[in-house]
């Protein structure tokens, strides 16, 4: 069983920056082996695939949050991480950390089985 926590979350202008991270324990494996992203949820909307990242470092991304946002990975400390720059209203969202071992499209919420609680981030304009 696979456990994320994330943090970082909080309130913040147009404008500023926030750094997500997302901490992966409770296996025997390191996230060396994993396929993360990070996905968003605003009240009364579908969840969304925010950014992704494989087990060969490719990132993939919405085009929403190209150039803006910048997903990494440390295995060694097995945390994922999310550097949001340049943050809009529209980005107030709760943010969730997810993961698995095989996935086809990294910005599908589906092809992922780990997912953590969740960290709210809030612009303001």
């Known amino acids: 069983q696979v456990q994320l926590v994330e943090s970082g979350g909080g309130s913040v202008q147009a404008g500023g920056s926030l750094r997500l991270s997302c901490a992966a324990s409770?296996?025997?494996?390191?996230?060396?082996?994993?396929?993360m992203g990070w996905f968003r949820q605003a009240p009364g909307k579908e969840r969304e695939g925010v950014a992704a990242?494989?087990?060969?470092?490719?990132?993939t991304y919405a085009d929403s949050v190209k150039g803006r946002f910048t997903i990494s990975k440390d295995n060694a400390k097995n945390t994922l991480y999310l550097q949001m720059n340049k943050l809009k209203p529209e980005d107030t969202a709760m943010y969730y950390c997810?993961?698995?071992?095989?996935?086809?499209?990294?910005?599908?919420?589906?092809?992922?089985?780990?997912w953590g609680q969740g960290t709210q981030v809030t612009v303001s304009s």
């Open positions: 997810a993961a698995d071992f095989r996935v086809v499209d990294g910005l599908t919420s589906s092809e992922y089985k780990y």
């Open positions: 409770g296996y025997s494996y390191s996230t060396y082996y994993m396929d």
């Open positions: 990242i494989d087990r060969d470092d490719r990132t």
